[in-house]
Structure formats: C-alpha cells, structure tokens
C-alpha cells in the first residue's frame, strides 16, 4: 500500500454534464504554432474524441507514421497566440497517453476509472499485440502551470495509470482519433465525476521547508541587444553549411531533431549560437527566438526541460568562447612580439593547399617575413594579403562567394556590415594599413586587394539554394502530384496535371542539386490577369526568383540564367518572337558563359534554373515542326498564395526525398504524346494552313491518316486548284505546314512511280476522328507561295 494511500482525495459528488463547458485549443498539424481556442462542451469534447478519421496510409508502419503528422490535433489548455509552455494559462482536461501497455495494467486502469467521467480512445500506433491508448479525464477547475506537474503526478498515483512521460509538458498536442483503417479502433465513454483538483494538491507530499531568498532578476528582454529579427538575421550568418542548415530548420519553427539525435543537435545549436550571437543577449530573448522549434521537438522531459538544457548547454559554450577569445588575442599579442626576434621559417606555408593543414592557432606560420636591422617584417605581397583575409581571427570566414548569385558577399568582419562589395577593396587597404600587420611592412593597395578579394571569396564558396533544399525535412504527406490543382486552381485532364506537377517539382529540384542536368521544359500558367500567377512563382522560389525581361541574344539574360532558380517569361511574350529556334536552343541549354560581376574573364558554368511562364492568351504558341514537348501549359482558376507560403518548405521537401530516391522527372512516352497535345491546343490560329490542315486530318477515320500527300492536301483540306496547276512554291508551303504539325517526310513507291509522302506522328495518327462544323469548308485558304497568291 502506498505510504499515504490515506490522503487519497475525495470524489467530487456531482457528475460531469454534457453541457459543462472546456476550453480546449485546436491546431491544423503538427508544425501549426498558433492555437485556435475554443470553449467546447464535454458533449462536443466526447463526439471529437469517439470519433476516428481513416487515415491513406495502408500498410501503416505504427507510432512513427508520418501521415498522422498531417492530422488536425488539440491541447487541453487554455492557451495565448503561441504553441509554447510559456503561452499555457490553466490546464482543463487531463489527458493520459498508454503506449504499448500490458492486459492487466489496462484493465488495472480501467478498474481505477470507476466512477469517473472518461473517454478513452486508441490512437494512431494502436494493432495487435501493441495497445495504444489516450484516456482523456475532465478536471474540477482549471489548474494553473505551476500546479499542473502535481496535480498530473498524483492523478498518476491515484489512477494507478502507466502514462507515457513524454506527454507532461503543458502545451503538449495531441492528434485527434485517427487510424489506417486496417485495424478496428476502439473508444469508450463512462459517466461519473471529474478529478477534483483541490484534493489531488492536498494529497501532495509534503516538501521540507526551505529558507525564503528573494528571487534573482528575470533578464529583460530589452536589458541587451536583442531585437528578435536581429538575432535572427545575425544566426542566419553562420557559415558552415551544415550549421547553416540546421539554423535555417531552426528558424522555420521545424523540429529540432529526430530522437536519438537530439542532444548532439542541441549542442551543435546552442555552440552556433554562443559564437554568433553578441554575449550580452539575454537568455530569455534567445529561447523566444528558438522556442517555435522546441515546442514542435519531441523532447522526452517536454518543453520546459528542453528549454533548461539549452540554457545550460549555451552557458557552458559561452565559457568557452570568452576563453577562445582571450586566446586569440594571446595569440595575436604574440605575433607581433614573436615577428621582432622569430627566425626565418625554414617552408613557409604561402599556398591555400598548404594552408589548409595548418591550424588556426598557427596560421601565422603561413605568413612570409624577411629580417631587417630593426627585426622582422612582413612582407608586403599577395601571398601574405591571401593569408591575413582567410586565416587571421579579424577576417577568417568574412568573405564568400554566393555559388547561386554569382556575387561575393561580406559579413561579421571589421568593416561595417553594410559595405558595399564594390568598396571592399579600398577599405580593406586602408584597415591593413591602419593595424597592426600595416605597421609590420604590409602596405596593399586597392588594386592588389581587388585581385586576391575574388580568390579569397573562391575558397569560401558556398550554395545557399542546396543548403536550403537539403536543409528541408519531409513531413511525408504527399503534396506534389496535386499542387497544381490545388493551389493553382487547375482545370483540364487530371491525369496529366498531376503527372507534370511532381515532375516539375522534381526538374526544379533536379537542376538546384545537380547544375548542368538536362531540363528543357516550360511550366505556363494560364489566365486572367490579377489571379497572382508571377507571384505564384515568386513564393515558390523566394529570393532566386526572376522576371526581368528575356532578351535570349542579351548576355545579360545569359547571366540571369545562370544566376537565378526559376525564371519567368513573363506574359510568354519571347514565346512569340521570330526568333523561335534561337529560343528554343536557349531554353535547351545546359550550361551559360558569361562574365560574373567583378570578373575578369568568361566563364562557363551549369544551368541552376528552370524557365517557367504566364500568360492570359488561351492561343500562343507558334506552330513548330519540331512538336510541342517544351511547352507544359496550365489553365488556372484561382491561385491560393497563403497555401503556397504555407506549404512551400513541404513541397521542395517532397521533390528533393522523390529526386533523392531515383525518380525521373521527364514524361514517359505515353504522357510526353498526351502533354504535347495539350500544348497543341495552344497553338496560333492566324488564318494559315495549319490549323486547317490538322482539322481535316483529325477528320478523317484513323487508319486513312498513315500518309498524305501535298496534293491531296491542297485538294481535300485547302481546296485549291487542279494538283497539275499548283505552283513548286505552294507545294513547298504545304509541305512546310505539315513539318511544323510533326509529319515526316519521305519517299514511296506509288502506282510505280517514287512519290513524297507525310507521315504523320503518333498523337495525330491514333487521336478520336472529329466531325462537326468547324470541320466543313466551303471556300479555298489563300497561301502566299514563293511566287504569287495562288486562287481557284
């Protein structure tokens, strides 16, 4: 028997009625933040929680099912605007989650539940052999944060219930019932009193007294410098790539890491922030900025414990960094002292080979000096100007180079933050000049600086469009293969929206993490003007989005194409140029050459992006004989731009886990004829033969479409004169009417006699056979040949 079994607390007389109301807080998923509080009646609490949403992820793999991820939730707290513990006001429901529980310790727990109002319900994780249960318990009042771990605690003892520990936190969700459907879920509902939370604090332990100390000051948020944006825009500067990932995941309010990997994660975190973030920041504004992440991570302690570690991880690393800082400016004393007596190094490390073996507290072996009367000097050369902007601790990691943009970019050194990149290399000569290596024999000047700056930038490349892409965690909803209906509205054949919505997506992909692969297809949105289609394209892509104008023989668009993710043809204006081959070989392209900014020659380098477009013209593509396969048009309706922001990480998540696991993101054969089809649609009707020629060919039943002849087409579908009397030139025309719909030529034996004759391509020869008015013509097409307009 328990110690204090005698305190066990009294059952509230009254039962719970239907009516009572709870305030409860909903959310759209696992990685919604912002509560929707609503108060509910236990009644309405009841029907939410016995009733289960069949979930499509048949054969479910249990507890760890990404699907569910997807499912709306709820906490039984009254809560602020914010998904944290912080946010919580009261507790108004206990709920107990039992997760691989025992027959007997299940039937104990239904024992103790006698005479108390319940609902009990299985959850995601629940089949055979694995009991997975919630039990959900309504409260006398409403228990404050502070009373709510004894309250949870001796509810535990009394109900004698296995709850799992990791659902203690206070703003802890839980997903609403929901299950595969391949095994039955279960629910049950008893009548009887709430948990009276008076007596549960009454039968408390008691706690040995401890002296009374007045409180330590809580740091103010506004006692440093800790304008939120700020120390978020001054995280988003670390540079290591995986560091830089890992802030970016951070940042986005996404968990912090999958379990088993959370410490180290958190380690790696709190170290990024110690050494990036000013040490006077207070703790409380940096747990604000990384609290949308810890609230979304699964920490076992929950929240709160979650937020001690990281203050103490962080603590321990801001020790470290007042010793690394007292260090290296040890070190730096040093070398201006060892430089007056040291002897000639015997190899100088001069090369960034070499120099990257070295380490950073002997980097200024690398330095080259030469002895003078008065001691030591350096050197003042392009070798030791290398060095001082890569190695020493005022410039180490400043200066990079933007492997996206094409642009170098500085940050976190001496010089302001806002110089501008095109006055780096006078700055940078007069702050050598200035300190102390100056005052040692280096004296640059600003043309030396500008020709070592691009190899200093060189060495520090970095991309941050893959750091982004690979930095995404799938939530493993599938989102892809519907994005263009759903989010852009699209209307037409849904077979063939959905095959090029994931292989659009996965093109995109494809060129970011692979430049250089082979993407020639163009994604159109159609429709009226106003429906937001740029700016569709813009959420999707972010800062590496473009719709400056395409001039394709401009080495400027050149260098946009090379610079940039996706690229619009705004209004699809270059699709109507005269210059369509040109285009065409343009949008083909795998590689660009042109000069960078700042560059001093050409280079060539591999296509990042992928070319997209948008027009309010139902007709505007100009007929081509060489088909239709680039064009990818979409009709849209309406386009849903608060989705797009929303889900945008989840659906470059989606295509880069589908490009990781091999999947091609070209059509097969049967889709590739049914796009170009489509896109056929879209062609120009500008009085010419050519639609003319593909209606009456459409007219005829399908095995008279093998072959036709030019002067069947001028008798039959133009209705010109007598073949005897049809001009070289209008054979020419015809013939290259038919090459622009697809039609190959080439000669056969007819009647004995060699004959040219077209043959059509397959989405021509096996389409339905149409009849109808438009079909019908009565009167010739006047074609202007070579020579003359030829009439009847």
């Known amino acids: 028997m328990s110690p204090h079994s005698d305190q066990t607390p009294a059952r509230s007389a009254a039962p719970v009625g239907g009516d009572t109301l709870v305030q409860v807080a909903f959310f759209d998923g696992v990685q919604d933040n912002r509560p929707q509080s609503q108060e509910v009646t236990w009644g309405e609490l009841i029907q939410l929680l016995t009733t289960h949403a069949v979930t499509a992820c048949a054969p479910c793999v249990g507890h760890r099912c990404p699907t569910k991820l997807s499912q709306r939730a709820w906490a039984p707290v009254d809560i602020g605007p914010r998904r944290n513990d912080a946010e919580v006001r009261s507790v108004t429901v206990a709920v107990f989650d039992l997760d691989g529980v025992s027959t007997e310790q299940t039937v104990r727990a239904s024992e103790k539940l006698e005479g108390y109002a319940a609902v009990v319900h299985t959850t995601h994780g629940h089949r055979p052999g694995h009991t997975s249960l919630r039990i959900v318990v309504p409260l006398t009042r409403p228990v404050l944060p502070a009373e709510w771990p004894r309250v949870r605690e001796e509810a535990e003892r009394l109900l004698e219930i296995p709850a799992d520990p990791n659902t203690r936190n206070l703003s802890r969700i839980y997903f609403l019932p929901n299950h595969s459907g391949e095994h039955e879920a279960i629910t049950n509902v008893s009548e009887g009193r709430a948990l009276d939370v008076d007596a549960l604090l009454a039968s408390v332990r008691p706690t040995p007294a401890v002296p009374a100390t007045p409180p330590s000051p809580r740091p103010s948020v506004e006692s440093g410098p800790a304008d939120l944006y700020a120390l978020r ?10 560091h830089s990932a890992l802030i970016r995941r951070v940042l986005s309010g996404e968990p912090l890491a999958e379990v088993g990997m959370q410490d180290n994660t958190l380690n790696t975190l709190m170290s990024c922030v110690a050494h990036v973030l000013p040490p006077a920041t ?117 200066i990079r180079f933007n492997e996206v943009t094409k642009h170098m970019e500085y940050a976190g050194g001496p010089l302001p933050d806002d110089t501008p990149v095109d006055e780096l290399d006078g700055r940078i000569a007069c702050w050598i000049q200035q300190s102390e290596y100056g005052r040692l024999g280096m004296d640059p000047r600003a043309a030396h600086v500008r020709d070592v700056l691009r190899q200093v930038a060189s060495t520090n490349a970095y991309d941050p469009l893959r750091e982004y892409l690979e930095g995404l965690v799938w939530d493993g909803v599938p989102r892809a293969d519907a994005m263009l209906e759903r989010y852009f509205g699209a209307e037409g054949d849904a077979e063939h929206l959905r095959a090029i919505s994931g292989k659009w997506l996965i093109s995109a992909v494809a060129r970011a993490l692979e430049p250089g692969c082979k993407v020639d297809t163009v994604l159109i949105l159609e429709g ?265």
């Open 233 to 242: 825009a001054k995280l988003r500067r670390v540079r290591k790539p995986e």
């Open 282 to 398: 207070p703790e409380e504004a940096i747990l604000e900025v990384l609290r949308p992440c810890f609230a979304a991570t699964a920490w076992g302690e929950g929240t709160a414990h979650l937020c001690e570690q990281a203050v103490l991880k962080l603590r321990r690393h801001r020790e470290r960094r007042v010793q690394g800082d007292a260090k290296r400016v040890a070190d730096n004393q040093a070398l201006w002292t060892s430089l007056q007596g040291r002897p000639k190094a015997e190899t100088p490390v001069s090369t960034e080979e070499d120099a990257s073996t070295a380490t950073e507290e002997d980097w200024t072996r690398a330095l080259l000096s030469y002895e003078t009367k008065d001691g030591r000097r350096l050197k003042n050369n392009e070798a030791n100007l290398f060095t001082v902007l890569t190695r020493s601790p005022e410039w180490r990691d400043t």
């Open 528 to 792: 009226p003007q106003g429906i937001r289609k740029s700016t569709a394209f813009r959420v999707l892509a972010g800062e590496w989005f473009c719709d400056a104008p395409i001039n394709i023989r401009d080495k400027d668009s050149t260098s946009l194409a090379g610079r940039n993710f996706l690229i619009e043809l705004a209004e699809v204006t270059t699709l109507r140029a005269s210059e369509a081959e040109d285009l065409k070989a343009f949008i083909s392209r795998n590689e660009d050459t042109f000069r960078p900014p700042y560059g001093r020659v050409t280079v060539k380098t591999p296509r990042r992006c992928v070319f997209v477009g948008t027009t309010n013209s139902s007709e505007y593509l100009r007929a081509d004989s060489s088909g239709y396969r680039r064009w990818w048009p979409v009709k849209c309706t309406h386009i849903d731009i608060a989705g797009l922001k929303r889900d945008r990480g989840q659906l470059w998540a989606e295509a880069v886990a589908r490009f990781r696991n091999g999947e091609e993101w070209w059509l097969e054969e049967k889709q590739a004829q049914r796009a170009e089809l489509h896109a056929q649609e879209r062609s120009e009707s500008d009085g010419g033969p050519d639609e003319t020629i593909l209606q009456w060919v459409l007219s005829l039943p399908p095995e008279r479409r093998n072959e036709v002849t030019t002067e069947l087409v001028a008798r039959d579908a133009l209705l010109l004169t007598t073949p005897g009397q049809i001009p070289r030139g209008v054979r020419l025309d015809i013939g290259r009417a038919l090459r622009r719909l697809g039609f190959q030529r080439t000669q056969r034996r007819i009647a004995g006699v060699q004959t040219w004759v077209y043959l059509p391509p397959e989405n021509i020869r096996t389409a339905p056979q149409q009849t109808g008015p438009s079909i019908a013509r009565s009167s010739p097409v006047h074609l202007v040949s070579t020579s003359k307009v030829v009439k009847p």
